[in-house]
């Protein structure tokens, strides 16, 4: 009888240790589940312009997005030229953020040397015109907004 109750009395010691655990160690514990369960690498809401609807599913969003980002690019470089010795077939990848606040600004522009030798100032130019783009509703995780980050490619084609 003594054995069992010694037993039971350490078993119990070893199953009690939880109710002695703070209510803030419980709570972080909770807080890092959730966060491991976030999929951080997609949002619930993506960046909205005044032309998209913000009730619509997930999936027209970002049609919506792609489309008028797109028209805003190609308007933004609608005035650009450049004089060419050669002729040039390539694509050049533009990196763009849109910060939490809905501010859209021009991370990178690809420099890849067969532009650059025939435009010296290229990544400059399209900076510098890509930079005045409007500003949008930013992008949503859980409610929260947050920064986006997407590419756009930029087709050069000369005759």
């Known amino acids: 009888m003594r054995k069992l109750w010694s037993i039971t009395f350490f078993l119990g010691l070893l199953v009690s240790c939880e109710l002695f655990e ?21 949002v619930d809401q993506y960046p909205l312009f005044e032309d998209c609807d913000e009730t619509a599913d997930k999936e027209a969003q970002r049609e919506c997005f792609q489309n008028v980002i797109s028209e805003y690019f190609a308007e933004a470089l609608a005035g650009l030229e450049f004089q060419v010795r ?4 390539d694509t050049v990848y533009i990196d763009f953020l849109i910060d939490e606040h809905g501010f859209i600004s021009v991370l990178n522009v690809e420099e890849k040397t ?19 783009l409007t500003t949008v509703a930013p992008a949503l995780k859980r409610g929260n907004p ?14």
């Open 86 to 89: 050669n002729d040039l077939h």
């Open 22 to 42: 703070s209510k803030e160690v419980k709570t972080q514990k909770l807080v890092n589940e959730e966060l491991l369960a976030i999929d951080w690498n997609d």
């Open 146 to 159: 947050v920064g986006l980050r997407f590419r756009l490619p930029l087709v050069l084609n000369t005759n």
């Open 114 to 132: 067969s532009v650059l030798n025939e435009i010296s100032n290229f990544n400059d130019k399209i900076s510098a015109r890509l930079n005045d």
